[in-house]
């Protein structure tokens, strides 16, 4: 039996009723993690961990907006954004170094705009304007995809980007024009993470976010479920990566830095929730949220936040 087989058949026996479940990547794949902020990557860590760790994979790790970062403001109150920046760049490295992954800034600046369709097409606009245009910002991920030439990618899901996050989506968006615009053959496989992190959806959601539980968005689609529980050659567990991830981002997650993090006991909970890329996506999944946030867009709000 191949080890492809094997691992499908393996995975399927695990897999709740009604899902198709990862297969998982192996030894032999180059694998491309592709993200807005540094942190992005702990939500899919234990599939990093899996691939890069346990498989050997040649794992590349590219984080597109970390300029000017304003994301130190509601963790830690820091409110210089050339050192946020400094800061969490660093913990990117340490986080890639985890995973034995090379690692790429594309340096675009960490708009904070509305958690809806507005604040998506406000940050792609903004980022367009300093580099030249839509087509250069595409172009710099198609530059990743030629040379990396990665058979599978991690991202997030253009139409939530997990958190609503724009910076999030707008990542994904113009990552997946790149991927669209190869021919089909030399495409790669793309996964995109479909953890559920908005914190008010509704008490379970939030309680699970804090204890570092998965929780599927609803709607998202039919997605694939990787049981993170399952134990890697070093003796760790794979979902042991998506906890060390977010403790190497202290700045983002201070809680869990300082050793009080309590992660979830709940084995049903550190499953991981992906869904298979097919074509392009075009839904808005967060506007009808409503996600009242102090945002750039708000007049004032940048400078209460110190960032001007």
């Excluded at 990862?22 to 234990?46: C, K, M, N, T, Y």
């Excluded at 340490?94 to 904070?112: C, H, N, P, R, V």
Aim: aromatic content about 10%; proline content about 7%.
């Amino acid at each position: 039996m191949s080890l492809i087989a094997a691992l499908l058949l393996t995975a399927a026996s695990a897999a709740p009723a009604n899902e198709f479940a990862w297969p998982g990547p192996v030894s032999d794949q180059r694998i491309l993690f592709a993200g807005a902020h540094p942190d992005d990557e702990w939500g899919v860590a234990p599939l990093l961990a899996e691939a890069c760790v346990d498989g050997g994979a040649k794992c590349h790790f590219v984080v597109a907006s970390e300029a000017r970062s304003y994301g130190c403001v509601p963790s830690i109150g820091l409110r210089d954004p050339e050192e946020c920046t400094r800061i969490r760049r660093e913990e990117m490295r340490k986080s890639a170094d985890l995973f034995g992954a090379t690692l790429d800034f594309f340096g675009w600046e960490d708009f904070f705009y509305g958690f809806n369709q507005s604040g998506l097409s406000r940050t792609i606009a903004d980022w367009s304007s300093a580099v030249g245009g839509r087509s250069s910002l595409v172009a710099r991920w198609a530059k990743v995809l030629r040379e990396k030439r990665p058979t599978v990618v991690f991202t997030l899901d253009p139409r939530h980007g997990s958190t609503c996050h724009p910076g999030h989506r707008a990542a994904a968006t113009l990552l997946l024009e790149a991927v669209e615009r190869l021919p089909p053959k030399a495409r790669p496989q793309v996964w995109l993470e479909q953890t559920d992190n908005i914190d008010s959806r509704s008490p379970a959601v939030e309680a699970a976010n804090k204890e570092v539980g998965y929780v599927a968005w609803p709607d998202a689609g039919h997605v694939a479920w990787f049981d993170a529980d399952r134990k890697l050659k070093n003796g760790s567990t794979a979902y042991d990566y998506a906890l060390a991830v977010r403790r190497t981002h202290a700045s983002q997650f201070p809680e869990e830095a300082s050793g009080k993090l309590r992660p979830s006991a709940e084995p049903t909970l550190r499953r991981v929730p992906l869904l298979r890329y097919t074509g392009p996506m075009t839904d808005d999944f967060c506007t009808s949220l409503g996600i009242d946030l102090p945002t750039f867009d708000i007049p004032g709000n940048k400078t209460r936040l110190g960032l001007e």
